[in-house]
């Protein structure tokens, strides 16, 4: 098993920046990507950003703004948000693959004009 905890989000105006982080504990030697998704109200959820080994993918909605990061000694999967936008409010989730998927709990992100 897997247990991924989110910190992080929060309230911030148009143009802002936050910074989600994500923990993994766990059985995380069976984890090869961890990412982002995120879920607007009435919206599907989507993904973010994603990172393995040896490269990142970004939604193209997020590309050139988000940054996914991992520091593999903490066992921590980071997303940089800048130049945030009223679109950008969602809910975001923590994302492990492993054997299975694995999610964290979610934590909002409002993003005001």
């Known amino acids: 098993q897997v247990q991924l905890v989110e910190s992080g989000g929060g309230s911030v105006q148009a143009g802002g920046s936050l910074r989600l982080s994500c923990a993994a504990s766990?059985?995380?030697?069976?984890?090869?990507?961890m990412g982002w998704y995120r879920q607007a109200p009435g919206k599907q959820r989507e993904l973010a950003a994603i990172?393995?080994?040896?490269?990142?993918n970004y939604a193209d909605s997020v590309k050139g703004r988000f940054t996914i990061s991992r520091d593999n000694a903490k066992n921590t999967v980071y997303l940089r948000m800048n130049s945030l936008k009223p679109e950008d409010t969602a809910v975001y989730y923590c994302?492990?693959?492993?054997?299975?998927?694995?999610w964290g709990q979610g934590t909002l992100v409002t993003v005001s004009s």
């Open positions: 766990g059985s995380i030697f069976r984890i090869n990507a």
């Open positions: 994302y492990a693959a492993g054997v299975r998927a694995y």
């Open positions: 990172i393995t080994s040896g490269s990142t």
